[in-house]
């Protein structure tokens, strides 16, 4: 049974950093790229970055530079560590893997940045 959790969001101000974690269960986590995505109230969930199982990162243009994500194979956890925020980064953000069996989601956690 393939679980996400995330955890880590909160609500902070403009210019502030929060760092999300999200602990995989049920898949071989070091053979599987891992994606951030968020929803903004009103708006499509939009993908944010992604973690190859190598490490590799990529990032949407709009965080590019603010936000790092990593991966912790041992603990099976992949982080987004977010920096500069600001008030439009505000969305529920959730991590996300793709497997042969389908794509599963976590539950997401909420991060506010407030101006």
């Known amino acids: 049974q393939v679980q996400l959790v995330e955890s880590g969001g909160g609500s902070v101000q403009a210019g502030g950093s929060l760092r999300l974690s999200c602990v995989a269960s049920?898949?071989?986590?070091?053979?599987?790229?891992m994606e951030w995505h968020r929803q903004a109230p009103g708006k499509q969930r939009e993908w944010v970055a992604s973690?190859?199982?190598?490490?590799?990162?990529n990032y949407a243009d709009a965080v590019k530079g603010r936000f790092t994500a990593s991966r912790d194979n041992p603990k099976n956890t992949v982080y987004l560590q977010m920096n500069s925020l600001k008030p439009e980064d505000t969305a529920v953000y959730y991590c996300?893997?793709?497997?042969?069996?389908?794509?599963?989601w976590g539950q997401g956690t909420q991060v506010t940045v407030s101006s």
């Open positions: 973690v190859s199982s190598g490490g590799i990162t």
């Open positions: 996300n893997v793709g497997i042969r069996a389908g794509v599963y």
């Open positions: 049920g898949i071989s986590f070091s053979f599987n790229a």
